[in-house]
């Protein structure tokens, strides 16, 4: 069962990874960082797994931002680990990729190809 989950979140990841950058810009304006709840709202109204929205929050916006949001919520989810998680799957163990990475990661999910630039967090 767990394996499942895993490769539910996993999906998940890739579908934020790859459609998010460009919702995210359409919805609010192409930005290196964006609110949790603009974040989770996009998700919503495009249909994406809402279940692991704090691995978005973790790809799209600034801890401080993150942790505030969990504190609001009442949530405990950790921002280092979850970044950590997105990194080993998609950019080579980097926890630190910035929105760069993730525009050059998001549009290769279709060629097949995985490259990403060398840059830490914007």
Do not use: W
């Given at each position: ?61 600034s801890k401080k931002d993150f942790d505030e949001f969990h ?40 060629s097949g190809s995985h490259s990403m630039d060398a840059g830490?967090?914007?």
């Open positions: 069962m767990q394996f499942i989950r895993k490769i539910k979140r996993n999906r998940a990841i890739k579908s934020y990874l790859r459609k998010l950058p460009r919702l995210l810009a359409k919805d609010y304006g192409k930005s290196k960082r964006y609110r949790p709840k603009q974040v989770r709202a996009t998700i919503e109204r495009n249909g994406l797994p809402v279940i692991y929205t704090c691995y978005a929050i973790a790809i799209f916006c504190n609001e919520i009442g949530e405990a989810c950790d921002y280092g680990v979850m970044r950590g998680e997105v990194g080993n799957l998609h950019f080579y163990g980097n926890s630190n990729f910035s929105s760069n990475d993730v525009a050059s990661v998001g549009s290769d999910f279709g830490g967090i914007d």
